[in-house]
Structures are given as C-alpha cells and as structure tokens.
C-alpha cells in the first residue's frame, strides 16, 4: 500500500486527467454528485480523492487511459485507492 501522500499525489493526477475532458468530466458528476465548485474545494480532501479513485476503477477502459496517458502500471490506481480512506480491502477468510 502506497503512502497515503503519494495515493493522494496519483488520485489528484487522476483528477486532472478527468477534468481534462469534458465527457469524462460529466460522467463523474454525474456519478458522484459533485458540482463543479467540489473539484478545486475539494481537491485536498482524502475522501474526496478516494471517489475520484473509485470512480476512476469502475472501467477497465478508463484505468488503461488514465495509465498509458501517466505512464504509471496499470495496478497503480488500485494500489493508491487502497492507501485512502475507505480504500482498505475487506479480506473474508
């Protein structure tokens, strides 16, 4: 598990990266609620940042993109999510 300044240094990447297309954008209002004054007020929030994880690890598609677009291994923004709150893995053993 990354430390949790760095899962918050990736999630605001994937932040800019989501801003940076209008669609995509939309989509992720859209599906977390937030209104367009949450992006830059809320920027430095860890939950906050743990959502746009989440939202960014619903499409196998989306995750690609962001990666090959950051360089990062594809495994990275799951590693990340689980460095924030909310983002611990349930083990049911």
Do not use: K
Request: glycine share 10%; proline share 4%.
């Amino acid at each position: 598990m990354p430390a949790p300044e760095s899962a918050e240094t990736l999630a605001l990447r994937a932040l800019a990266w989501i801003a940076g297309d209008t669609e995509m954008l939309s989509h992720f209002m859209n599906a977390t609620g937030a209104q367009a004054g949450d992006l830059a007020a809320r920027a430095g929030d860890a939950e906050f940042l743990g959502s746009v994880l989440d939202f960014l690890l619903m499409d196998d598609a989306w995750i690609v993109a962001f990666c090959d677009a950051e360089r990062l291994a594809y495994d990275a923004p799951g590693r990340a999510r689980a460095g924030l709150p909310g983002g611990a893995v349930a083990h049911w053993t």
